[in-house]
């Protein structure tokens, strides 16, 4: 029954020293990148390629300003 203990003793240590050195993962961020927008199927395909992201053009605009193609991916 002591042996059993010990060894359960020596693991939590072990389990412990462990955790203490493992490295955290950096999480990638979110970035965005704006430009004019060229159609709905256009701004999709130019995040995709440069970016691997999804990108979509805006709504609604104010009169006399162009469509924004909005692109959201990974940095």
């Known amino acids: 029954m002591a042996k059993l203990f010990t060894f359960y ?4 240590i072990l389990v412990i020293i462990c955790d203490k ?3 955290p ?4 961020k979110d970035c965005h990148k704006v430009w004019n927008c060229k159609g709905e ?4 395909e ?3 390629n440069r970016h691997s992201g ?3 053009c805006d709504l609604y605009t104010a009169p006399g300003v162009p469509k924004q193609c909005f692109c959201a991916f990974k940095c």
């Open 21 to 23: 050195r493992m490295v």
């Open 25 to 28: 993962m950096a999480e990638a």
């Open 41 to 44: 199927n256009h701004c999709w």
């Open 9 to 12: 003793i020596l693991l939590v």
């Open 54 to 56: 999804k990108g979509m």
């Open 46 to 48: 130019d995040c995709r």
